[in-house]
């Protein structure tokens, strides 16, 4: 159950070169490579003579070459070279998927060709800002892509996924919860006044103590989530005060790219002031991020090996995030298909 | 095809402990732990909230909380603890499963709620007895339980899957075989007079003469096989001979626990005189005896691969044990159908 | 889709011993051994009692006994041991195959019974020649066995697939390819005229100058293809030049026995003058050329990874001798469905 006709991520910059990469991006076979200007080429990874991987062969110039039997192909999926004859057969085409990068990401489009205006590319802008530093990261998991949009609409989990790590005692019982919906996203807002902060927060910054902390969390259709997370020394106007007040303030994007029905691309970046960590710091947080996203992963892929979808779920009042979400792209989904 | 109303081995109780251990029986995923009396419980491994499984929690005090949003549920399964908020939802609760632990196993009672008392676990009272020494072992095996039960009801396998181990060549052909059969069991008898004993046995016993050997295997349903093997100096009254005579005199159990229609949870435990043997000569025969368990395995693992439906088995004299076995196991599964 | 009646290598001549080895064959699980007289057996790899494999078991003179409870047959098929009784159930039989021992393979018959004579295994006469060297190959790939055929109809991927071995440039571009259809073959020749030798062919040969190189592919159903690959100094004849003249000149077999409907056993023999390499000249090119066979294995694991049915092949020239075989094959299976 995936919206078709949107913008997808199907990888981060860094991982596009001029070596084929191969990605399935919601059950299409795509690969990914960068012609000799450096754009960003997404073509259907099966060669149009006999459905070979192009991913097995190699970029020649700003076109790819088929490594079985040397059927070359154009960034627009028009064969231009076949070895063994002059005549290049009209019919010799493969999908081309348009291509928007951005912010380090390479979006992809999957849907109806020819509709990709109708919906633009997710814009996280802060990773462009020079007074900021981002970091990326890549992974996979086998679940269904909804799975990981609800455990990021629902905090409440820090405490226990992540108690070894980013967890801290109050993330659970003391925050106050606020759930705006609109036509097209869903907002969180979490506040916690006057409480300790995280042990991981004290060792960057070195203050330790009380703060007040926010986690404010936006859904867009159909796999983003971006997350407002920071705190500031308690009564200096939490989500509101002055920069030099923040002790902790991160802007971080968490994509959730369909792969197939049960397995998931997540892409992430995080961003933050360039002048807020050392190197050394960056790098200790970025370690025991990696570690947080993992524990998502492996708990996710445990909750759908034992999903029974003949049950109801529980919800409580911290999950009304997570239920507008799920009851939004529904409607989306449907909507669509209605069409 | 498997027994539903029955008592069934989970796990041994050396296998449980307050660290939670996920294990399948009969398609119906369980989390096992021991509350602070010691006492084994056993849950559905899945959280009433978002089915996360709550294997991947910890146990505290009496209680397990699940390790995504710290849901935390009783012995009995009711939730008596959501962490962000103070009412717990009336319907948040999960599937008990009765237990008797007993003589080194944990049964549990994965039929029809509240019939539990409509059967008893397997009674195998030799552990408990001071007089007797117990090793037990736990493994699991790609095959429908019932093919470890016929592996176990004709030991005239032993002189060839085990040949290097605890086989030796008398046991097929020697043999006079007994079978007899009631209402709820059926039981193999066989009697070797005045055969060579075995190689790992005269290594056990330094007795070197002929023996008369015993195998008297008890099936019960729906999957326990209750062995007594022993062997006793030639002409001194076999199976009734007096302790004095006898040389090998122990009281196995094999425990077929289906896991999935495919697979299976292997339980044994093995009783001997605590006098009959040095601890190092304990040690051997039971590295000895995994290796012959393993062998088992591999054999029905391979049998598993090969069946073919479309085509009858062939049987001999000695199967008459399996085949009055698996009527029986076929006969009991019809009724409780047909109820 | 296979040809049922018809002769398939299931394996290597120094593959088979006294040691049974199990071997599935167009769907059917086989085991194959030799008996005293160092006769090719070829059994049903699964025990008329309890359908165990036999593969499990263990040679004993001319018969095969079965691992678990000992049944043991002969090399037709028939029970003759039961360990536990005299007399031997007379349905206790296992289907035999006909075996066809030459040129270094061994050849079953899986089709109809008894009628193995409406066809003969492939005849390959030159490994039997004292003045030919021969090596030969056993691999296996997870695709259908039909798309091996079509790799090797189609020698343009050679400048592809292979260009960090056995390509050269000239292949894909220079030849002049001519196919003939028989009733019951399909015969590639490509004729390469004045071209620079392979560097692979230099190395061995010393001769850098340019040469006239031939190609000539004959597809004999159900699955074989047979190569003729060499050159020869240019103006010197080509395929007909004095033996002299001829610089590289093979002759090869490549098998392509269907396992299941989705993997295939790859067998393979190449032949060529005794006198035309060293001893270390003949490993270096043999190691060359399973990396060449290995590269091809996976090339088409690819291929069939992303086949789709519903999307027609773009065909070219160079293709007429592939479409000739997938049309006679397909019309061969239609003949003999319709029987």
């Given at each position: 159950?995936?919206?078709?006709?949107?913008?997808?991520?199907?990888?981060?910059?860094?991982?596009?070169?001029?070596?084929?990469?191969?990605?399935?991006?919601?059950?299409?076979?795509?690969?990914?490579y960068?012609?000799?200007?450096?754009?960003?080429?997404?073509?259907?990874?099966?060669?149009?003579?006999?459905?070979?991987?192009?991913?097995?062969?190699?970029?020649?110039?700003?076109?790819?070459?088929?490594?079985?039997?040397?059927?070359?192909?154009?960034?627009?999926?028009?064969?231009v070279?076949?070895?063994?004859?002059?005549?290049?057969?009209?019919?010799?085409?493969?999908?081309?998927?348009?291509?928007?990068?951005?912010?380090?990401?390479?979006?992809?489009?999957?849907?109806?060709?020819?509709?990709?205006?109708?919906d633009?590319?997710?814009?996280?802008?802060?990773?462009?800002?020079?007074?900021?530093?981002?970091?990326?990261?890549?992974l996979?998991?086998?679940?269904?892509?909804?799975?990981?949009?609800?455990?990021?609409?629902?905090?409440?989990?820090?405490?226990?996924?992540?108690k070894?790590?980013?967890?801290s005692?109050?993330?659970?019982?003391?925050?106050?919860?606020?759930t705006?919906?609109?036509?097209?996203?869903?907002?969180?807002?979490?506040?916690?006044?006057?409480?300790?902060?995280?042990?991981?927060?004290?060792?960057?910054?070195?203050?330790?103590?009380?703060?007040?902390?926010?986690?404010?969390?936006?859904?867009?259709?159909?796999?983003?989530?971006?997350?407002?997370?920071?705190?500031?020394?308690?009564?200096?106007?939490?989500?509101?005060?002055?920069?030099?007040?923040?002790?902790?303030?991160?802007?971080?994007?968490?994509?959730?790219?369909?792969?197939?029905?049960?397995?998931t691309?997540?892409?992430?970046?995080?961003?933050?002031?360039?002048?807020?960590?050392?190197?050394?710091?960056?790098?200790?947080?970025?370690?025991?991020?990696?570690?947080?996203?993992?524990?998502?992963?492996?708990?996710?892929?445990?909750?759908q090996?034992?999903?029974?979808?003949?049950?109801?779920?529980?919800?409580?009042?911290?999950?009304?995030?997570?239920?507008?979400?799920?009851?939004?792209?529904?409607?989306?989904?449907?909507?669509?298909?209605?069409?």
């Amino acid at each position: 159950m995936v919206l078709r006709n949107r913008w997808y991520v199907a990888a981060l910059s860094t991982e596009i070169s001029d070596r084929p990469l191969a990605r399935t991006i919601a059950c299409q076979p795509i690969v990914l490579y960068r012609d000799t200007k450096g754009a960003a080429i997404a073509l259907e990874d099966r060669c149009a003579h006999r459905q070979a991987p192009l991913s097995l062969g190699e970029v020649v110039g700003d076109h790819i070459q088929c490594g079985y039997h040397g059927f070359t192909f154009d960034g627009d999926g028009r064969c231009v070279r076949v070895p063994s004859q002059k005549q290049v057969p009209p019919n010799a085409c493969i999908r081309a998927y348009p291509v928007i990068e951005k912010q380090g990401f390479v979006h992809v489009w999957t849907g109806d060709p020819g509709r990709e205006d109708s919906d633009r590319p997710y814009d996280f802008p802060f990773p462009d800002r020079p007074e900021l530093h981002a970091r990326y990261a890549s992974l996979r998991g086998a679940f269904d892509y909804r799975l990981l949009i609800d455990n990021l609409m629902d905090l409440t989990h820090l405490g226990f996924t992540h108690k070894n790590t980013i967890g801290s005692g109050g993330v659970a019982e003391q925050g106050k919860t606020r759930t705006e919906r609109s036509d097209n996203g869903v907002r969180v807002i979490r506040q916690m006044e006057n409480i300790e902060p995280a042990p991981a927060h004290v060792e960057v910054t070195g203050y330790s103590g009380n703060v007040d902390r926010w986690q404010i969390i936006d859904f867009s259709p159909p796999c983003h989530v971006e997350l407002q997370v920071g705190n500031a020394k308690t009564g200096t106007g939490g989500v509101d005060a002055a920069p030099e007040d923040r002790l902790i303030d991160r802007r971080t994007m968490h994509i959730a790219t369909p792969e197939t029905g049960t397995t998931t691309h997540y892409f992430w970046v995080s961003t933050y002031p360039a002048d807020s960590m050392t190197p050394e710091q960056e790098d200790v947080i970025y370690e025991r991020t990696m570690e947080v996203l993992d524990e998502d992963v492996r708990m996710i892929e445990g909750q759908q090996s034992r999903l029974d979808p003949s049950r109801p779920f529980v919800d409580v009042n911290e999950d009304a995030g997570q239920i507008h979400t799920c009851n939004l792209l529904a409607r989306l989904i449907a909507e669509e298909q209605s069409l």
